[in-house]
């Protein structure tokens, strides 16, 4: 393939401003905001898990306390009517007196037992609350994270696009006065070989492998016309002569 060498150099251009691009859109897919978007967002959903949980046992624990209570109220009610009964001297019989008094101290253990089952419940109650507050905290400030992060990855992405609209505006004005066979012979080496498809000669060495090219085809290419494209016989790039080749 025959190319100018004026050409060719406009080609190296051509891979400078498609490096950049390349870079940037690198950038754009590793920012480290990104990163924590994707971390925090798992967190926090983890945490919503958690706050369901937490909320579902604090429910069936305040149910318990509740019926507890009323239990308790019921206890405490009907020794209060035995006690009255009791004390208005309105039992004479020895063997319901005994009976009655025998209920009294049964319904007071209850009550005991009771009061002692719903303080437990009480304090489990306080310290899901408390778990409750401590999620939802956890949660404001995974929040305000993922806030920060979108706001830093929208500045970043600003600023990388309107970048990338530049180098892209720059292509589009060099590629057409690229010859449309060098192009297509570039696009297909720069597919296969990690977006560089034409390289300077620059001191004896390919900057698109970083090899020194050896006696034998450093000969041919210098004996190479000056209009003629060649290419690395190491990495298969076009290889564009520059003043500084070492020829």
Known sequence: MKADPAIQLRLLDLQALDSGIDRLA?????LP???????RTAALRALDDDVVEVRTELGDVTRVQRRLENEIDLVRTRAERD?????????????ELENLQSELASLARRQGALEDEALEKMESVEALESRLAELGKRHDDLTAEIDTA???????????????GRLRGERDALAPQLPDALITLYERIRASSSGVGAAALLRRRCQ??????????????????????????????ILVRTPESGL
């Open 26 to 30: 690198a950038r754009r897919r590793g």
């Open 33 to 39: 905001e990104l990163a924590v978007i994707t971390e």
């Open 83 to 95: 006690s009255q009964r009791l004390d208005s001297g309105a039992v004479s019989n020895a063997r």
């Open 150 to 164: 979108n706001a830093g990855r929208d500045k970043s992405f600003a600023e990388i696009d309107s970048e990338t």
């Open 208 to 237: 698109g492998c970083h090899l020194e090219l050896s006696g034998g085809d450093l000969r041919a290419v210098a004996a190479a016309p000056a209009d003629e494209v060649v290419r690395c016989e190491e990495c298969r790039r």
